[in-house]
């Protein structure tokens, strides 16, 4: 009988948060125009915008910056899993 191997699962790195809705402001264009823009649904883009969706894809998020014309790094704030870790021991200790 083989032993089973159970890996761990390395955490995946993930969007900390966006600036979609400021730069939306910013630019005066409402969610539903930035859908139309970029063919990504209203639904799914509201969850993006909200935070509800911390792992998208690149395509989407060149599509959204794209439309913003801004880079991907203004838009979207990334942390690494590790830095997304480092943050959590530390506010655990306060």
Do not use: W
């Amino acid at each position: 009988m083989k032993k089973k191997v159970i890996k761990e699962k390395k955490p995946k790195d993930k969007l900390h948060s966006n600036n979609v809705m400021k730069l939306l402001t910013e630019k005066e264009m409402t969610q539903q125009e930035l859908s139309d823009i970029t063919g990504i649904g209203t639904t799914h883009l509201s969850k993006i915008i909200k935070g509800q969706r911390r792992c998208i894809s690149l395509p989407i998020a060149i599509k959204i910056s794209r439309a913003l014309n801004e880079g991907i790094e203004k838009v979207f704030i990334y942390k690494t899993a590790e830095e997304s870790q480092r943050e959590l021991l530390i506010n655990n200790k306060e």
